[in-house]
């Protein structure tokens, strides 16, 4: 079985969830929003399917003992999950603050 769709499908996965977000915040007519909470679910699911997606793979190396493969994404793979949670959390909290007028911009 091909691995290798994991990583594609977590790249995919973690960009849903950061550019929803965003997308939804240069919406011109920021008076209200119906699907808010739909929209906010949509990206934190995706970050958490990324994340799981690149468990997965790391499961898969482990399984087939290939650890000089592990030592050589597990770095970047822990940096860049931890930015995606971030950054994921960060545009969903300025979107709902936004959007319920706490703060303008």
């Known amino acids: 079985m091909d691995y290798s769709w994991l990583n594609i ?25 119906k699907s808010l909470g739909i929209i906010s679910g949509v990206s934190i699911s995706s970050c958490a399917i990324s994340l799981g997606m690149q468990i997965l793979y790391t499961n898969h190396l482990v399984g087939i003992q290939d650890w000089s493969a592990l030592m050589d994404i597990l770095p970047t793979v822990a940096n860049v999950s931890l930015a995606l949670i971030v950054a994921t959390i960060v545009l969903n909290i300025i979107m709902y603050k936004i959007y319920n007028k706490k703060i303008s911009i």
Request: proline letters at 4%; aromatic letters at 4%; hydrophobic letters at 50%.
């Open 9 to 33: 499908g977590s790249i995919l996965f973690g960009l849903i969830a950061v550019v929803i977000p965003i997308i939804n915040l240069m919406r011109q007519d920021k008076s209200t929003s």
